[in-house]
């Protein structure tokens, strides 16, 4: 069965070091989303990707992070300098083909677990 | 403000009992309902995608119901397994913010044997 594969599966880093997470969506899935979710907490949206653009993205998403689908296959999370409260696991998910609101269902990948020190 | 409640924080069962788990949402105008159970440092799956017609939806020993007037659906979980003990998280999509998903914080499930 195809699924979202994620890299690293944990990532120690220290901060203010540039961290990028990799992602191979399922290949014919057409919208990629990047998500965090702080140990104990909710899951939190960061940003969804379309077309090789940013179709959404919230508060958190700020201008240290950054999304690159560089390829075909690969979509990326960028970190440029990393913080303390950067700490958390970040899943990538994609969809296909109608956005969310027409009930396409979100795959996630097993999450890269991110530790600043 | 769109908000997605769940209750209970956590719970405990024994091995072969069912459980009913539930979610208030305030999101409108209301767009699907979703269930996903997250295991422990894992990715989370989806169980059932309720629209607004729908009343009920069975995913094997899964079911989810909605009641869109009331804005509550409750996930009921029948002769549950060890497996089963996860984060249980609904979440909502309304359709302003271009469908965006908003999160409950999820009810824990412990199965003891």
């Known amino acids: 069965e195809p699924e979202v594969t994620q890299t690293p599966s944990h990532q120690v880093t220290q901060m203010g070091q540039e961290v990028i997470l990799r992602c191979v969506p399922i290949s014919n899935h057409l919208y990629f989303y990047w998500y965090r979710q702080i140990l104990g907490q909710k899951v939190e949206f960061l940003v969804s990707f379309y077309n090789n653009e940013i179709s959404e993205k919230s508060e958190i998403f700020d201008d240290q992070f950054s999304v690159e689908r560089p390829d075909g296959s690969n979509f990326t999370l960028k970190i440029r300098s990393t913080k303390l409260e950067d700490s958390a696991m970040y899943f990538c998910?994609?969809?296909?083909?109608?956005?969310?609101?027409?009930?396409?269902?979100?795959?996630f990948g097993e999450g890269s677990r991110l530790t600043v020190l | 403000k769109n908000q997605v409640e769940q209750s209970p924080q956590s719970l405990i069962i024994l091995e072969g009992k069912n459980c009913t788990l539930q979610c208030n949402y305030t999101v409108s105008p209301f767009s699907n309902l979703r269930w996903y159970k997250q295991d422990t440092g894992r990715g989370p799956v989806s169980l059932t995608i309720m629209t607004f017609s729908e009343n009920t939806k069975s995913n094997g020993r899964y079911t989810a119901t909605l009641d869109a007037d009331t804005k509550q659906s409750s996930l009921h979980i029948t002769a549950s397994q060890l497996s089963d003990s996860a984060s249980y998280i609904c979440?909502?999509?309304?359709?302003?913010?271009?469908?965006?998903?908003?999160w409950g914080a999820g009810t824990k499930l412990i199965i003891k044997p």
């Open positions: 998910a994609s969809s296909y083909p109608k956005r969310l609101g027409n009930t396409g269902e979100l795959f």
């Open positions: 979440v909502v999509s309304g359709m302003d913010s271009n469908y965006q998903l908003i």
